[in-house]
T-cell receptor
Framework: NAGVTQTPKFQVLKTGQSMTLQCAQD?????MSWYRQDPGMGLRLIHY???????DQGEVPNGYNVSRSTTEDFPLRLLSAAPSQTSVYFC?????????????FGEGSWLTVV | QQPVQSPQAVILREGEDAVINCSSS?????VHWYRQKHGEAPVFLMI?????EQKGHDKISASFNEKKQQSSLYLTASQLSYSGTYFCGTEMRKRDDKIIFGKGTRLHILP
């Protein structure tokens, strides 16, 4: 079972470049989300989706775009990378938003913007 | 509204007990607890729902005080494998689409 798969695991970008972090899950989960993790800040919600075709903003959405064309995939796009976006990014999924459902995290993507 | 976790860090000797607290300024419907090892993804521990009972497995348990908008995670007779950062995540209402996590509590167990 692959679970939640994120690619790439490591990436270095130059300021102003764009890139997409890929996230795929094979558990047929309706709910997917992206978090970023910075030292001392915990996990902060960027965007989330409750199903294909539906996305919404989390706590820190600025500078990021998402789309959900299929149940399986939830890519995160950085339109013009900034050093402040240097972080570890986690994609997560759960069966749906009914109470009591476990959130499964991917292994993380380490992004450095120089 | 990001929940507040305390303490920020704890150092214990193997076999000692620890309590990690999570509090919110808003009414909570559920509290999630996760543990993260360095360089790894967070891993689910348990979920406590409003009106639910205290939960636990092995020597890790948690409580949820709805009136005080607080949850506590109890680690009894800590083992070396308990080291890591513990996060609480909160939902404000039933079927909330957002789970907001606290900043984490770093737990280090010494042999």
């Amino acid at each position: 079972n692959a679970g939640v798969t994120q690619t790439p695991k490591f990436q270095v970008l130059k300021t102003g470049q764009s890139m997409t972090l890929q996230c795929a899950q094979d558990m047929n989960h309706e709910y997917m989300s992206w978090y970023r993790q910075d030292p001392g800040m915990g996990l902060r919600l960027i965007h989330y989706s409750v199903g294909a075709g539906i996305t919404d903003q989390g706590e820190v959405p600025n500078g990021y775009n998402v789309s959900r064309s299929t149940t399986e995939d939830f890519p995160l796009r950085l339109l013009s990378a900034a050093p402040s976006q240097t972080s570890v990014y986690f994609c997560a999924s759960s069966r749906d938003r009914a109470l009591g459902n476990t959130i499964y995290f991917g292994e993380g993507s380490w992004l450095t913007v120089v | 509204q990001q929940p507040v976790q305390s303490p920020q860090a704890v150092i214990l000797r193997e076999g000692e007990d620890a309590v990690i607290n999570c509090s919110s300024s808003k009414a909570l419907y559920s509290v999630h607890w996760y543990r993260q090892k360095h360089g790894e993804a967070p891993v689910f521990l348990m979920i406590l729902l409003k009106g639910g009972e205290q939960k636990g497995h092995d020597k890790i348990s948690a409580s949820f005080n709805e009136k005080k908008q607080q949850s506590s995670l109890y680690l009894t007779a800590s083992q070396l494998s308990y080291s890591g950062t513990y996060f609480c995540g909160t939902e404000m209402r039933k079927r909330d689409d957002k789970i907001i996590f606290g900043k984490g509590t770093r737990l280090h167990i010494l042999p």
